[in-house]
């Protein structure tokens, strides 16, 4: 009983003698506060360049001419041009449709009889005057009256003979208004007469415009035009220089394809709704066969542009995401960043382009950051490559 009881006691005693030695040998902990390593960002080296301003829009693409073919004599039409349908090609003075030219070939005959008759009635009264005058002055005393002479009977017979003439006339247009020719080289629109239909004067027969070049109106906004060499069209004066280059993109097949124009004039007015300004851009032979079998540049084709603006000097291009409030940029010099002022020449979704308040191998950064005090201490993404640090992993 006695060892039963003395046992535990001495085990006990061990361990709190143990536990006690171990407490006094335990070496001394110093705490320290935690390093917060200063905060990782992107940085970009920039440099001046010369850069060529571009304005970017879109639109429509249209005929620089588009008419309506109207018949201007009546008649049933009896041949029509296989060109004049919807979509066919024609050139300048082809036949597209004839109307029946009888009835107007037998007005020109009898307009013709009309002015020999009136050829002969002033000749007839001509010599009649000649006449007259003889036996005057054989017979009579003083000066002859022109009754006697003739004179009104002669002016009579030239007006009948003017009348006669512009008779011929109207009847030889009629008959060449039988045949409608093509204004222009073109494109058949929309057809709206066939062969057997009887037309009269003022009925459309179709549709036309002219394929030499087409037009491309491309709204901007008016503040834009800061960035083109433009001359405005004044009063009396006619544009000096010629508009800038575009360049037109559209999807088309499966496929996107390039074409090149010219921006030719400013319209008049600005859009009260909108606030933009049209500039219209020309493009010449869009039907044209190109080297890479290009398709055509169709009218009604949505058309991307990138107008070619000024060419500016000494300026610095960056990121848009580099922008900070106030017209700021943050900058690292020795690993620390800086807030900078800058003049913003353009910035659009992508870039900004900076005319004043960066220098050359200056150090932007590209990261966003919360909070930023003016010199605080940073790394930079290049830095931590170089020591191979963790944080340079990204």
Same mark, same amino acid.
């Given at each position: 009983?006695?060892?039963?009881?003395?046992?535990?006691?001495?085990?006990?005693? #061990?361990?709190?003698?143990?536990?006690?030695?171990?407490?006094?040998?335990?070496?001394?902990?110093?705490?320290?506060?935690?390093?917060?390593?200063?905060?990782?960002?992107? +940085?970009?080296?920039?440099?001046?360049?010369?850069?060529?301003?571009?304005?970017?829009?879109?639109?429509?693409?249209?005929?620089?001419?588009?008419?309506?073919?109207?018949?201007?004599?009546? !008649?049933?039409?009896?041949? @029509?041009?296989?060109?004049?349908?919807?979509?066919?090609?024609? $050139?300048?003075?082809?036949?597209? #449709? =004839?109307?029946?030219?009888?009835?107007?070939?037998?007005?020109?005959?009898?307009?013709?009889?009309?002015?020999?008759?009136?050829?002969?009635?002033?000749?007839?009264?001509?010599?009649? =005057?000649?006449?007259?005058?003889?036996?005057?002055? &054989?017979?009579?005393?003083?000066?002859?009256?022109?009754?006697?002479?003739?004179?009104?009977?002669?002016? $009579?017979?030239?007006?009948?003979?003017?009348?006669?003439?512009?008779?011929?006339?109207?009847?030889?247009? /009629? #008959?060449? &208004?039988?045949?409608?020719?093509?204004?222009?080289?073109?494109?058949?629109?929309?057809?709206?007469?066939?062969?057997?239909?009887?037309? !009269?004067?003022?009925?459309?027969?179709?549709?036309?415009?002219? @394929?030499?070049?087409?037009? @491309?109106?491309?709204?901007?906004?008016?503040?834009?035009?800061?960035?083109?060499?433009?001359?405005?069209?004044?009063?009396?004066?006619?544009?000096?220089?010629?508009?800038?280059?575009?360049?037109?993109?559209?999807?088309?097949?499966?496929?996107?394809?390039?074409?090149?124009?010219?921006?030719?004039?400013?319209?008049?007015?600005? %859009?009260?709704?909108?606030?933009?300004? /049209?500039?219209?851009?020309?493009? %010449? /032979?869009?039907?044209? #066969?190109?080297?890479?079998?290009?398709?055509?540049?169709? @009218? !009604?084709?949505?058309?991307?542009?990138?107008?070619?603006?000024?060419?500016?000097?000494?300026?610095? =291009?960056?990121?848009?995401?580099?922008?900070?409030?106030?017209?700021?940029?943050?900058? +690292?010099?020795? /690993?620390?960043?800086?807030?900078?002022?800058?003049?913003?020449?353009?910035?659009?979704?992508?870039?900004?382009?900076?005319? &004043?308040?960066?220098?050359?191998?200056?150090?932007?950064?590209?990261?966003?950051?919360?909070?930023? +005090? %003016?010199?605080?201490?940073?790394?930079?993404?290049?830095?931590?490559?170089?020591?191979?640090?963790?944080?340079?992993?990204?």
């Amino acid at each position: 009983m006695t060892k039963k009881v003395l046992l535990p006691i001495l085990i006990l005693i #061990l361990g709190v003698v143990g536990a006690a030695g171990l407490f006094a040998s335990r070496d001394t902990v110093e705490t320290r506060p935690p390093e917060v390593p200063p905060p990782l960002v992107r +940085v970009s080296t920039v440099n001046p360049n010369q850069i060529q301003l571009k304005v970017l829009t879109q639109g429509t693409v249209t005929p620089r001419t588009e008419s309506t073919l109207i018949a201007q004599v009546a !008649g049933q039409i009896i041949s @029509v041009s296989p060109a004049f349908a919807s979509g066919g090609f024609f $050139e300048k003075g082809d036949l597209l #449709l =004839s109307i029946d030219p009888r009835d107007y070939e037998v007005a020109v005959a009898q307009a013709k009889v009309q002015v020999a008759q009136a050829e002969l009635m002033i000749s007839r009264e001509q010599e009649e =005057s000649a006449i007259a005058l003889e036996e005057w002055e &054989r017979m009579g005393k003083g000066q002859p009256s022109d009754l006697v002479l003739r004179k009104p009977q002669i002016a $009579e017979a030239q007006a009948a003979l003017e009348a006669a003439t512009g008779a011929l006339t109207r009847a030889q247009l /009629n #008959l060449e &208004r039988t045949s409608i020719r093509a204004p222009y080289a073109g494109r058949v629109r929309s057809k709206s007469a066939d062969t057997g239909q009887y037309v !009269g004067p003022g009925t459309p027969i179709g549709r036309i415009y002219a @394929v030499d070049y087409a037009e @491309v109106r491309l709204p901007i906004p008016d503040q834009d035009l800061a960035y083109l060499d433009l001359g405005f069209g004044f009063r009396g004066q006619s544009p000096t220089t010629k508009g800038p280059k575009v360049i037109l993109q559209a999807n088309f097949a499966g496929q996107t394809h390039l074409w090149e124009g010219q921006i030719v004039r400013i319209e008049g007015e600005i %859009d009260a709704r909108s606030r933009m300004i /049209n500039l219209v851009a020309r493009i %010449d /032979n869009p039907y044209g #066969l190109s080297e890479n079998n290009r398709p055509p540049l169709a @009218v !009604g084709m949505y058309v991307q542009a990138e107008i070619m603006g000024k060419i500016v000097d000494n300026v610095y =291009s960056i990121p848009r995401s580099a922008l900070r409030p106030n017209k700021q940029i943050l900058v +690292v010099t020795d /690993n620390r960043l800086y807030y900078r002022d800058i003049d913003i020449l353009r910035a659009d979704a992508s870039e900004a382009i900076i005319s &004043r308040g960066l220098n050359p191998n200056d150090q932007i950064c590209l990261s966003p950051l919360d909070t930023v +005090v %003016d010199g605080m201490r940073v790394r930079t993404h290049n830095q931590d490559l170089a020591n191979n640090t963790p944080g340079g992993q990204q």
